[in-house]
């Protein structure tokens, strides 16, 4: 059974650098085409993706927010780790992490259950 | 950039069918993937590849993908429907996704 857990701080003042954990279990990240990445949906508001990084150190971005994340994993630990700098009260949103069974499969699967950052000062 | 377009909102009645729409340029030339998300819950696949079910999801969520428009389909709409559908899709190697519908069953 695949379950990941986003963990990190709940309130950011502005221009903080955010640093959130994703802690997996049921797969491994040195398997061959598997991803995980980031979600992030503001209250009321659409699903916005962020990042993801496969099972070879492959990453991608939001293109309107590359400059400010940074995605990372520690497959000894289980964990993808994203940072986002310079936050602003728009990034206020329930931020997912999310399981993708590989690059041909086009969707994710798996989702956490979310963590809810503010930013306010 | 890339976009997908839904609806804000579709109605339907118990027992009917519901369709949910998505465009982009180009669409069909793309894998359309759908989510279900309840007030107060994470997202849940619904169908991938365009019409494929995820291991545990009724036999009454369909998809289609062509030309511009990828169609979620919800035969026989029970009240459990009710919920916010997202479409996704992959374009240059960045995933996109639709600003959501909301469908009623009422």
């Known amino acids: 059974q695949i379950t990941l857990k986003e963990s990190g701080p709940t309130l950011m003042r502005p221009t903080q650098t955010l640093t959130l954990t994703c802690t997996f279990s049921g797969f491994s990240l040195s398997t061959s085409g598997v991803g995980v990445g980031w979600i992030r949906q503001p209250p009321g508001k659409a699903l916005e993706w962020l990042a993801l990084i496969y099972w070879d150190d492959d990453k991608r971005y939001s293109p309107s927010l590359k400059s400010r994340l940074t995605i990372t994993k520690d497959t000894s630990k289980n964990q993808v780790v994203l940072k986002m700098t310079n936050m602003d009260p728009v990034d206020t949103a329930t931020y997912y992490c999310?399981?993708?069974?590989?690059?041909?499969?086009?969707?994710?699967?798996?989702w956490g259950q979310g963590t809810m950052v503010t930013v306010s000062s | 950039s890339y976009e997908l377009t839904q609806a804000p909102s579709v109605s339907v009645s118990p027992g009917q069918t519901a369709s949910i729409t998505c465009s982009g340029d180009k669409l069909g030339n793309k894998y359309a993937c759908w989510y279900q998300q309840k007030p107060g819950q994470s997202p849940v696949l619904v169908i991938y590849?365009?019409?494929k079910r995820p291991s545990g999801i009724p036999e009454r969520f369909s998809g289609s993908n062509s030309g511009n428009t990828a169609t979620l389909t919800i035969s026989g709409t029970q009240a459990m429907d009710e919920a916010d559908y997202y479409c996704q899709a992959w374009d240059s190697s960045t995933v996109v996704f639709g600003g959501g519908t909301k469908l009623t069953v009422l």
């Open positions: 999310v399981h993708s069974p590989g690059r041909y499969y086009n969707a994710f699967d798996i």
């Open positions: 590849q365009n019409n």
